[in-house]
């Protein structure tokens, strides 16, 4: 399977525990954004990485969100002390950017469903 | 910051009717991109339209991207069961590393058999 992978697919914690997930992007793109979606929601962005660097984060990622990239390759997205407000489907896309043309096409990984008790 | 709104939240058709989804940028946008995400399921891309005025058809579904480059329309005609799902555009903005997709709430489409 060649497509953009995310582990776990489902996690279930207590409040206040930290969780931390994995997403494996399509081998050659070079992007790798992440997003939280909530239930009749579109996905709303996070924060997204150019190869190695994180480019942007959103406004929505607060102190407790960390994601890294540290090989350009896969990254992980850590939330600390977690609140019942976090529980949300985090999806990963990659994609594989050309900069002089301004397109781009994301691959979405299936998510990872976290649930705070 | 950039808004992408879409119209309307919701829609129920029976099957066989038409539907159309639309979309309007705060800004102008350098694309625009749609994706479908079934119940239960991921966005999966469907198409994008890069130029002012654009029209692309996908067997029954044709999409828009008006003169202006701010608004988009997705349309099915004769809908069937399998295109249940919620359709999402996704605006295109900024250049280089600045680029960036910013996605609409969607349109939950329910089609009854």
């Known amino acids: 399977d060649t497509g953009v992978s995310q582990d776990p697919r489902h996690k279930i914690t207590k409040r206040g525990q930290n969780v931390t997930f994995r997403c494996d992007p399509i081998s050659e793109h070079n992007r790798l954004y992440w997003y939280r979606q909530t239930l009749g929601q579109g996905p709303e962005f996070l924060t997204y990485f150019q190869n190695e660097a994180q480019l942007e984060k959103s406004r929505l990622l607060s102190d407790r969100f960390s994601a890294e990239r540290p090989k350009g390759s896969f990254s992980t997205l850590e939330i600390q002390r977690t609140e019942q407000g976090d529980s949300a489907m985090y999806l990963c896309?990659?994609?594989?950017?050309?900069?002089?043309?301004?397109?781009?096409?994301?691959?979405f990984g299936p998510g990872t469903r976290l649930l705070v008790l | 910051g950039q808004q992408v709104m879409q119209i309307p939240q919701y829609q129920h058709v029976q099957e066989g009717e038409d539907f159309t989804t639309y979309c309007n940028s705060s800004?102008?946008?350098?694309?625009i991109q749609w994706y479908k995400q079934r119940p239960g399921g991921h966005p999966v891309f469907l198409i994008q339209?890069?130029?002012?005025?654009e029209v692309k058809k996908q067997k029954r579904l044709t999409f828009q991207f008006g003169e202006a480059k701010k608004n988009s329309s997705l349309h099915i005609t004769a809908t069937q069961t399998t295109d249940v799902g919620t359709y999402f555009c996704a605006g295109g903005s900024g250049g280089g590393s600045n680029y960036k997709l910013t996605f609409g709430k969607g349109t939950l489409l329910t089609v009854n058999p």
């Open positions: 896309a990659s994609s594989l950017v050309w900069e002089y043309r301004g397109e781009e096409t994301q691959y």
């Open positions: 339209l890069v130029k002012s005025g």
């Open positions: 800004t102008t946008l350098s694309n």
